[in-house]
């Protein structure tokens, strides 16, 4: 039985390996034989059953109750019996021995089991446990010498010193017993999910507290049998307690939202998956992970309310595939039973299908998955249509673990969004990632979702002093390997297709810092570099645009760095992209420029204002008159074609003079600051005066909207121009920028 989660109600039942059926029969067996035994000397013997007149009438009731109350609560756990029915069968036990013990004991899961039918095989297993449980506490009285029966109770007259280490011992013995043998049978091999471990423990607690009141009750019993039934309030009160604790435990491995199992639940079920995979031999088992291509621009356009309806549409869509019973799926059609659903966060959902013959099958089930999930939605009188991607990773296959296989099928999911596909099966050949780099991969996403990743701006300034603008740059502390460089987590991103989600971060990030620093008088535009993977998503224009309008910033307050490797790959897309960004107003700036092989004509056609010279040549400006000719022609051919020209990476005098020499417009590098911190940025900024007065370097450029262009302009800057607050040029010499903190000294 592969118990698949349902509503708020997860069950951590295994499917049924061969060692687990070998178990169950044993336990039913040995059990069934234990009752026969033991049935049939107390009837050789000519003892009763059940104790007779007042007191069973008592137990009697007192059973009723407990049994109601087990069956009001409707409990469905993975491991542990009943408390209060444990309770009582070890008072019975301690007051007439194992046999009626264990008739009070198969009356309570019988009666259960029967109240809620679909349960038998289970109750019948719980009963078996629960009289191996109770002879093992049987066992313990006899070595001490205390052996009851219905004809002669150990009462508590007959009680001595010896007693309660004897007690204890028997309760300890029946916990001990029951409680390891339920969990072998019906744990999920890969162990108890951690959260229900820390529930496990307060269990245990709760467990031993009901044991503590069977000698209470046999006190009781014999003294004054009426008032035995009052034993059911702390009973049922602490059997409370043991539900209310499993409940918490259920409700950290579920995703609030869509009441699906989250990603916690689903590592668990993985691990177990591949364990019995492992344990058939030639078993497969295979997880399909799931993304939306365009939730998040319904969630930027339609508001984060829309967006969550959407998920909640979505995850009914995929729960009915799992099922069996959804459009794409005819009844035993294309997913694997045993087949079950998580929501990982985000737009991702994942499918496990713990059983499948082959990877094609494994994509088949994908395939129908994300067909189901492209029908159009009705959103409350708006119909949308999601497409969704899937990536497909098999065990043994492509990974043996379970976050392997979870890294490997987001890599082939962000293939099959990237190509457009549909479904991709993770091929390792096709992987540019190392185990390292996957970890890395996984870590920045946690990150991004986390909001662990900063922004530093820095500075490009004009000869004259002016401030230009910012840009923007990413910076990453990662929490073992100290500080990533950003061309390191970068290329991953842009090879896991995890790109979109950082552009989207940083842009999101850049911008709630516009608008602040707008609010506070300053008004410098801040430029972001953006991948070419971002130019040719989807849709890429409008979400920038409907992002600023979220912000209140003026689209000219914003400048996207683009390469030139863009228009190498697909020069219509990137046009069209680009024209789409320059009609809402953004300006966009050329970054690296000559490292690439588009020529200078190319430029006429694409909607950019600034070109950046790539640091390369600006570094051997002083000394290399190659250098220097080139950066001659490209500022020359710039400017005839209106483009403003930015030197990056300028780190000494010498070459700052060269540049205002050569007719560059602004200047990027350390010389004038490293990238900063926001903090940082602000008292930079206004240690320089910037403001509103200054004309922000433009030159013939149409497309920018002349009131954003006004609003962006910084303030005046004191004559003593960029020597005010310079900063010495660090000594390395790598691309890494200088530490943030290290001091920073006036020019000269
Ligand atoms: P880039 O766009 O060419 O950024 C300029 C790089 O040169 C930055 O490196 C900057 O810290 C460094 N730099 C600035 N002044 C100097 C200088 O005077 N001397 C030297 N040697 N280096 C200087 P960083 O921050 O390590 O970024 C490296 C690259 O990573 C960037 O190159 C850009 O391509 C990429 N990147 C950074 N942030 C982002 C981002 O948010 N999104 C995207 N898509 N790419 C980013
Ligand atoms: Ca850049
Ligand atoms: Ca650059």
Known sequence: MQSAPSGSNIRLSPAHTWQSRVLRVTLLTSAGVALLIGLGRVLAAGHALFPAGEKGMVFAALTGIIVAHLVALGRDRWWGTSGSGSALTLTILLLYGWVPAVLVSLAVVTLVGTA???????AALQGAIDLLGVGAAALTLAVGGARPSVENPWEPADWQLTTL???????????????????????????????????????????????????????????????????????????????????????QLLDPLTGMPNRQWLMERTRAALQEARLRGEGRCALILIGLDSFRAVNDTLGHLTGDRLLLQVADRIRREVRGDGSATPRGGALPPGAVAARLGGDEFAV??????????????????????????????????????????????????AEDLLRRADVAMYAAKRDRTGVEVYESRRDVNTPDRLALLGDLRHALDNGEVDLHYQPKVRFDGAVAGLEALVRWEHPDRGRVPPDEFITIAETSGLMPRLTEYVLEEALGQVARWRRAGLTVPVAVNVSPRDVFAPGFAGAVAARLARHGVPAGSLQLEITEHVMLEDPQQAADTLSGLASHGVRMSLDDFGTGYSSLVHLRRLPVSELKIDRSFVEGLAVDSEDAEIVRCTVELAHSLGLVVVAEGVEDDETWERLRDLGCDAVQGWLVAAAMPAGETTAWLLARGSGPDTPAVTRDVPDVDAADAADAVPRPVPPASRKVVGTSAPAATSSAEAPDASPRQPVR
Request: with cysteine.
């Open 165 to 251: 280490p004897q007690l204890l011992v028997a309760a300890l013995a029946y916990l001990l017993v029951s409680r390891t043998l339920l969990w072998l049978c019906v744990a999920p091999p890969g162990g108890i999910p951690s959260p229900a471990a820390g529930a496990l423990l307060s269990h245990g607690l709760v467990a031993v507290a009901l044991l503590c009141i069977a000698p209470l009750m046999v006190v009781v019993a014999v003294h004054k049998p009426v008032v035995l039934p009052l034993f059911a309030v702390p009973l049922i009160a602490l059997d409370c307690t043991l539900w209310m604790a499993r409940a918490r435990a259920e409700e």
């Open 352 to 401: 496990l299908l713990p059983r499948v013959d082959s990877a094609t099958s494994a994509q088949r089930a994908a395939r129908a998955l994300v067909a189901s999930l492209g029908a159009p939605l009705d959103l409350e009188g708006l119909t949308l249509v999601v497409e969704a991607s899937a990536g497909v990773a098999v065990h043994p296959d492509h990974a043996a673990e």
């Open 116 to 122: 809620r039918l679909e349960r038998c095989p289970q």
